[in-house]
Nanobody, 126 residues
Framework: QVQLVESGGGLVQAGASLRLSCTASGRTFSTYTMGWFRQATGKEREFVARITWNSGNTLYANSVKGRFTISRDNAKNTVFLEMNSLNPEDTAVYYC???????????????????WGQGTQVTGSS
């Protein structure tokens, strides 16, 4: 069973930046792809970005491509989401997630991930 703890959310003005962190425990972090999702009030949870276990491949939602960067530090069991040029449409609770299987590279499907953090709120004000 994996435990995931996110941090770094907050309230920022449009155009500002934030860096989210997620620290994992309970599984061998370096063998798992990690993902970030977000859920705005009244909407379904949606994919934001993911990075494979060796940082060899990243994938982004079209809505964040070019603004957000996902990275990881396997020595610290931590995955990051650098968010630039934030806007009100980015307002949501952000969750990090881990898939069921080691050495797998799931894409955007929420159902392919079985480990979730408690989420951190990001609010972009206009």
């Amino acid at each position: 069973q994996v435990q995931l703890v996110e941090s770094g959310g907050g309230l920022v003005q449009a155009g500002a930046s934030l860096r989210l962190s997620c620290t994992a425990s309970g599984r061998t972090f370096s063998t798992y792809t990690m993902g970030w999702f977000r859920q705005a009030t009244g909407k379904e949870r949606e994919f934001v970005a993911r990075i494979t276990w060796n940082s060899g491949n990243t994938l982004y939602a079209n809505s964040v491509k070019g603004r957000f960067t996902i990275s990881r530090d396997n020595a610290k069991n931590t995955v990051f989401l650098e968010m630039n040029s934030l806007n009100p449409e980015d307002t949501a609770v952000y969750y990090c997630a881990q898939p069921r299987f080691q050495l797998s590279a799931p894409r955007t499907n929420v159902g392919q991930y079985d480990g979730w953090g408690q989420g951190t709120q990001v609010t972009g004000s206009s």
